[in-house]
């Protein structure tokens, strides 16, 4: 069955990075668009970054994270990474990952990892 496994958060100052990795299995992952959510307390569920698959992927990202995130994947270990540098308060969410480019393509969700931004 379809399965993610994120990790790499943690609580950081502002300005600082973290690197996000999503394990996944279950499906063709090199066939697929991939994306990073983020849901912070009280709010929906957003879309920070998507990632086309193929040889030569290309990128999107939302307006906020732009110029800061950075979404790559290795399509032999089935993975996703999120780079994020100069982290602001706003990053703190905790950040899933999924297939699809506007929603999520599949039902199944990971157990997301925490990203904290905090002096």
């Known amino acids: 069955q379809v399965q993610f496994v994120e990790s790499g958060g943690g609580l950081v100052q502002p300005g600082g990075s973290l690197r996000l990795s999503c394990a996944a299995s279950?499906?063709?992952?090199?066939?697929?668009?991939m994306t990073w959510y983020r849901q912070a307390p009280g709010k929906e569920r957003e879309l920070v970054a998507t990632i086309t698959g193929g040889p030569a992927p290309s990128t999107n990202y939302a307006d906020s994270v732009k110029g800061r995130f950075t979404i790559s994947r290795d399509n032999l270990k089935k993975t996703l990474d999120l780079q994020m540098n100069s982290l602001i308060p706003e990053d703190t969410a905790v950040y899933y990952c999924?297939?699809?480019?506007?929603?999520?393509?599949?039902?199944?969700w990971g157990q997301g990892t925490q990203v904290t931004v905090s002096s």
């Open positions: 999924n297939a699809g480019r506007n929603q999520p393509f599949f039902d199944s």
């Open positions: 279950g499906f063709t992952f090199s066939s697929f668009v």
